[in-house]
């Protein structure tokens, strides 16, 4: 059971970054698939998460207009694509699934049971 994090790196504010998350070890098509950050000194928040079949996506509200999340069954990898980055952006970026249901209310972290080991994103001039 693996989920691995690519795309991380440094990028100037206003520019755009897309992460992906690749799975394997389970069943990908049937989890709810989840973003999250942790920036240093701070818990680590939701970002936002995306249905089993890619129909339903929710977002934080800090994230929201810039950040989209997709998915790719066939291939088993989620991304993150965000856009307009800000310096508060900057963050250890984590991918993580969920065997439950899709529910909106799926935002905190022990609601997830499978974990990337994190790609860094940051964002400075």
């Known amino acids: 059971v693996q989920l691995v994090e690519s795309g991380g790196g440094l990028v100037q504010p206003g520019g755009s970054l897309r992460l992906s998350c690749a799975a394997n070890?389970?069943?990908?098509?049937?989890?709810?698939m989840g973003w999250f950050r942790q920036a240093p000194g701070n818990e680590r928040e939701f970002v936002g998460h995306?249905?089993?079949?890619?129909?339903?996506?929710n977002y934080a509200d800090s994230v929201k207009g810039r950040f989209s999340i997709s998915r790719d069954n066939a291939k088993n990898t989620v991304d993150l694509q965000m856009n307009t980055l800000k310096p508060e952006d900057t963050a250890v970026y984590y991918c993580?699934?969920?065997?439950?249901?899709?529910?909106?209310?799926?935002?905190?972290?022990?609601?997830?049971?499978?974990w990337g080991q994190g790609t860094q994103v940051t964002v400075s001039s």
């Open positions: 070890g389970f069943i990908f098509s049937i989890h709810t």
């Open positions: 995306i249905n089993w079949s890619g129909d339903v996506t």
């Open positions: 993580a699934a969920t065997s439950r249901l899709y529910d909106s209310r799926l935002r905190r972290v022990f609601d997830y049971n499978i």
